[in-house]
């Protein structure tokens, strides 16, 4: 159907706080990749789930950040105790088999993240 | 040394003219290499991916691969206004990994 979609798209909090972003890939897309954006960057790379299960998630930067894929399909990305250096686009992304290697990654339209 | 480096830029051509990008990556065993382009305040979109050695073109686009001097580039041909973006460089760093790890950026304004 259609593209990864990810909700809120925008997001104030204030630092100390709990937040919670959700994606919600393509259709049959078995790989759900989450990554963050600063501003004038490239996306860096969080975590990477196969299936329900974190294959990697060695990109999160503390154990504040978390994220779950309960069945599969949606996944939420959970920050605790929100700091003003975590203000990012947060990016989702999925991909067919997640196999890596000749795969494209597809891109929803982030969530901006803004912690005041 | 960073694993996928661009020029930054910002990198200004006149319309019409052919621009040039370029990216180097650290890892001389890594197979998969994308472009993604992004427009401001919008998400990365896929405008070409190469695995092999030498050229592919798509339409006005064509990159190019060299691993040997671990290498990739894009040019633009014709270049439009509707092509000012930055440009994302991404390669699957390595034999295995499924994430991309993504250059800096280029960004691109071609102008009228």
């Known amino acids: 159907g259609a593209g990864v979609s990810q909700t809120p798209s925008n997001k104030v909090t204030e630092k100390g706080k709990y937040v919670e972003l959700r994606c919600d890939p393509i259709?049959?897309?078995?790989?759900l990749y989450w990554y963050r954006q600063s501003l004038g960057q490239g996306p860096e790379f969080l975590i990477y789930f196969q299936g329900t299960g974190a294959a990697d998630d060695s990109g999160l930067p503390n154990d504040r950040f978390f994220a779950v894929r309960p069945e599969g399909s949606v996944s939420t990305l959970k920050i605790q105790r929100t700091e003003r250096g975590d203000s990012a686009v947060y990016l989702c992304?999925?991909?067919?088999?997640?196999?890596?290697?000749?795969?494209?990654?597809?891109f929803g339209p982030g969530t901006r993240l803004l912690v005041l | 040394q960073k694993e996928v480096e661009q020029n930054s830029g910002p990198l200004s051509v006149p319309e019409g003219a052919i621009a040039s990008l370029n990216c180097t990556y650290s890892d001389r065993v890594s197979q998969s290499f994308f472009w993604y382009r992004q427009y401001s305040g919008k998400s990365p979109e896929l405008i070409m991916s190469?695995?092999?050695?030498g050229d592919k073109e798509d339409g006005r686009f064509t990159a190019q691969l060299n691993k040997a001097s671990q290498y990739v580039s894009l040019l633009i041909r014709d270049s439009q206004p509707s092509d000012s973006a930055t440009y994302l460089c991404a390669v699957n760093i390595g034999l295995s990994a499924r994430q991309l790890t993504f250059g800096s950026g280029t960004q691109l304004t071609v102008l009228p």
């Open positions: 259709s049959g897309h078995t790989a």
């Open positions: 190469i695995y092999s050695n």
């Open positions: 992304a999925s991909s067919l088999r997640g196999l890596g290697y000749q795969e494209t990654q597809y």
